[in-house]
């Protein structure tokens, strides 16, 4: 697992708590890495994420396409309003819902 | 702010450096007093710009230059990015956004996205092509805001 993403798992649960500002070319590589650490339930965690290019769209699709392949969920949590209006775009987010941090508190209590 | 100034920056086609392209892009943005949501835009679409001329202007060649010149006057900016290859033919810009759909989605893993998105970002572009380069223009009108 890369510096560039944390990982934080609570029974079936997985939260990939990205750690740089910019989902780009430069960082697609190490955030990529951690599709290994998927699990039943996924939830990428953009809070600390600033920008997410074409390039950064591309990598983040790599997990939705393991996650399909798996039968797995995967869900995207505090994206910025302007990646919701990204995501919304390209439809990303019929791919990737996003989730809010309220709503995994009842998986970490169990 | 004055109006008609010009602010050049060149980079060698290293992909780390587009993101001291986007870091100018929102300084500017911000001069400029744009709303946030539209230096998100200028970002975006800059940063798109940009790394389309690094891989596929200069093919990655960290020896070949991108040049980038914010470029402002009373009605806009506009930003022109232009690389050193060998050109790319007439290219056609993409009047929608692609969007990702079931059929697509290993596809879409490969990119494809770039020219789409900055169109979406901003109000007007163009790309001009020879065998001495690329460019591509974005303009961002200022319509709305105090001059």
Do not use: W
Request: aromatic fraction near 6%; proline fraction near 3%.
């Amino acid at each position: 697992m890369s510096d560039m993403v944390n990982r934080e798992k609570f029974g079936d649960v997985v939260v990939l708590h990205i750690r740089t500002n910019s989902v780009d070319a430069v960082s697609a590589a190490a955030i990529e890495a951690a599709c290994n650490e998927m699990q039943p339930i996924t939830v990428l965690n953009f809070a600390e994420v600033s920008f997410i290019n074409s390039a950064g769209i591309s990598v983040l699709l790599k997990f939705v396409v393991k996650a399909r392949k798996a039968g797995y969920k995967l869900f995207a949590m505090n994206l910025s309003p302007h990646h919701q209006k990204i995501f919304k775009m390209v439809e990303m987010s019929r791919f990737m819902p996003t989730i809010e941090e309220r709503d995994l508190s009842s998986y970490r209590q169990s | 702010m004055q109006d008609n100034q010009h602010v050049e920056v060149n980079i060698p086609s290293n992909p780390i450096f587009e993101r001291v392209v986007r870091a100018s892009a929102a300084e500017i943005g911000e001069a400029l007093d744009f709303p946030e949501d539209r230096i998100e835009d200028l970002k975006l679409a800059v940063s798109e710009a940009v790394t389309n001329a690094i891989e596929h202007g200069n093919q990655n060649m960290i020896h070949k230059l991108v040049e980038i010149v914010f470029a402002l006057d009373q009605e806009k900016l506009e930003v022109r990015i232009t690389d050193q290859g060998s050109g790319i033919g007439e290219m056609i810009l993409p009047s929608e956004v692609v969007m990702i759909t079931e059929q697509t989605l290993d596809e879409r893993t490969g990119g494809g996205f770039g020219l789409s998105l900055i169109k979406a970002m901003v109000d007007d572009c163009e790309v001009q092509s020879s065998n001495r380069g690329t460019i591509i223009i974005l303009r961002l009108y200022r319509k709305g805001q105090e001059q």
